[in-house]
C-alpha cells in the first residue's frame, strides 16, 4: 500500500527552464511533508518542506505547493540549473509520536546544458 | 564535520553470516532511525529509536536487531544474512515530536553473495 506516490520516474528540463516535480498522498493523518534531494551514493539531503497549515513555502530558488483537498503537493524549482540533476524524493509524516516517514519512490531530473 | 555518519559504506558478505552497522550522529538529536532502500528505491522505515528506547519497529524479521548505546548511537546487526537483505541502509536523525527534518547519512550497501 503505498501512500505516497511519485508517478513520474524521471523528467527532463533544460537549464534555466522550470522543473516542476509532482507528488500525492492518499493518508489524511499526513501533516508535514519534505523534499529530499539525492545524488548517487550519498544520502538523501534535505531540500524544503511544508506543514499541512500552508500552502505553499518558498526557499531561494525551490517552492513547495500543498494542495490538501486533492491530496497533492508540486516541487517547482526556478530557474533549474545543471546542479540540480538528481533524485527527488517526496515524503510524508503524520502529527506527534516518532515522525515515521513515508517516502515516495523518488523522481530522476535532469538538467539539460 | 559529518552530521550523520555511519561505518562501512560497502559491505559484502555471504549468506548466512552476522553483521553489522555502525551509526552516530553529533546534532544532538534525540531520535535516530534506520530505513531500508531495496533494489526498486523504495526507502522504508525500519526501526526508531528515541533517547535509548525502541518506539518504531517496522514488522522486520527478528534477524534485525537495533541496538542503541546511547542517543547518538544507533546500530544495526543483522544475524543469518540472506539473498533479500541486499540493499541500501539509510541511518537518520532527528527531533521527535518537532517539525523538524530528519538527517541522512551516505547509507551502507549491503550485498550479499
Known amino acids: 500500500d503505498q501512500q505516497v506516490k511519485q508517478n513520474s520516474p524521471s523528467l527532463s528540463v533544460q537549464e534555466g527552464r522550470i522543473s516542476i516535480l509532482n507528488c500525492d498522498y492518499t493518508?489524511?493523518?499526513?501533516?508535514?511533508f519534505l523534499w529530499y534531494k539525492k545524488y548517487p551514493a550519498e544520502g538523501p539531503t534535505f531540500l524544503i518542506s511544508?506543514?499541512?497549515?500552508?500552502d505553499k513555502n518558498e526557499d531561494g530558488r525551490f517552492t513547495v505547493f500543498l494542495n490538501k483537498s486533492a491530496k497533492h503537493l508540486s516541487l517547482h524549482i526556478v530557474p533549474s540549473q545543471p546542479g540540480d540533476s538528481a533524485v527527488y524524493f517526496c515524503?510524508?509524516?503524520?502529527?506527534?509520536?516518532?515522525?515515521?516517514?513515508?517516502f515516495g519512490q523518488g523522481t530522476r531530473l535532469t538538467i539539460n546544458p | 564535520d559529518t552530521a550523520v555518519s555511519q561505518t562501512p559504506k560497502y559491505l559484502v558478505t555471504q549468506m548466512g553470516n552476522d553483521k553489522s552497522i555502525k551509526c552516530e550522529q553529533n546534532?544532538?538529536?534525540?531520535?535516530m532511525y534506520w530505513y531500508k532502500q531495496d533494489s526498486k528505491k523504495f526507502l522504508k522505515i525500519m526501526f526508531s529509536?528515541?533517547?535509548?528506547?525502541?518506539?518504531i519497529n517496522e514488522t522486520v524479521p527478528n534477524r534485525f536487531s537495533p541496538k542503541s548505546p546511547d542517543k547518538a548511537h544507533l546500530n544495526l546487526h543483522i544475524n543469518s544474512l540472506e539473498l533479500g537483505d541486499s540493499a541500501v541502509y539509510f541511518c537518520?536523525?532527528?527531533?521527535?515530536?518537532?517539525?523538524?527534518?530528519?538527517?541522512f547519512g551516505d547509507g551502507t550497501r549491503l550485498s550479499i553473495l
Open positions: 493518508n489524511s493523518m499526513f501533516d508535514y
Open positions: 546534532l544532538g538529536h534525540d531520535t
Open positions: 537518520a536523525s532527528g527531533t521527535q515530536g518537532s517539525n523538524q527534518p530528519q538527517h
Open positions: 515524503a510524508a509524516s503524520a502529527r506527534g509520536g516518532a515522525q515515521k516517514l513515508v
Open positions: 511544508i506543514s499541512s497549515i500552508k
Open positions: 529509536y528515541n533517547n535509548k528506547e525502541l518506539i
